[in-house]
């Protein structure tokens, strides 16, 4: 069964640095999204993605942050100087366009921020 | 703005009992309604969705869910509990239309006791 997938399940680093959370969406989706989820809190829509361009983003989704589609099969999402309250597990989404309201998630990538 | 409410952020059953876990919408516009299930260290999966056909609906593990409108509650249920089913459990909105991003509530610890 196809599955969304994301590299790495774990991230460590250092305030103020620059991280990039990878994701593959199923093959044939054509709608992307990240969420996040913060230690014990609720999961949070940050941004969804289609057509080569954001449809939607979030208040969190602030300047810091930036999403990309660098080829066929990827979906990224960056952070450029990371804040110890951006610790959390970040889920990545994808939706087909026959169904684009069931979302598919990967397993997340948790962010430690020390 | 949508929101989802679920009531009771830890439930704890004995294994063979009904699981009922509550949840509650506000939308502005006629919803598609979700139930999330997300086991130790995993990412969210789909149990089931409503999405303004059949109001009682049917999803994996033998769980389903009835979406009352009067009510704005879309609670989900299973007849008799099993070790396995124990979780958490999100319930989420969405804006009917393709792509849209979801919100969720603030999720359900479910435990299940022999």
């Known amino acids: 069964e196809p599955e969304v997938t994301q590299t790495p399940s774990h991230q460590v680093t250092q305030m103020g640095q620059e991280v990039i959370l990878r994701c593959v969406p199923i093959?044939?989706?054509?709608?992307f999204y990240w969420y996040r989820q913060i230690l014990g809190q609720k999961v949070e829509f940050l941004v969804s993605f289609y057509n080569n361009e954001i449809s939607e983003k979030s208040e969190i989704f602030d300047d810091q942050f930036s999403v990309e589609r660098p080829d066929g099969s990827n979906f990224t999402l960056k952070i450029r100087s990371t804040k110890l309250e951006d610790s959390a597990m970040y889920f990545c989404a994808s939706s087909d366009p026959g169904s684009s309201y069931e979302q598919y998630f990967g397993p997340g990538t948790r962010l430690t921020v020390t | 703005a949508q929101s989802v409410t679920q009531l009771g952020s830890h439930v704890s059953v004995s294994e063979g009992a009904l699981v009922l876990l509550r949840c509650n919408y506000s939308s502005s516009v006629p919803p598609y309604l979700f139930w999330y299930v997300q086991y130790p260290n995993q990412g969210l999966q789909l149990l089931l969705k409503?999405?303004?056909?059949?109001?009682l609906v049917k999803g994996i593990n033998g769980f389903e869910a009835e979406f009352k409108k009067s009510e704005t509650s879309f609670h989900l249920t299973k007849p008799s509990a099993h070790m396995s089913d124990a979780a958490e459990y999100f319930c989420?909105?969405?804006?009917?239309?393709?792509?849209?991003?979801?919100?969720f509530g603030t999720g359900t610890q479910l435990k299940v006791e022999l």
């Open positions: 409503y999405t303004s056909a059949a109001t």
């Open positions: 989420a909105v969405s804006d009917t239309g393709g792509g849209n991003k979801l919100t």
């Open positions: 093959s044939n989706h054509l709608y």
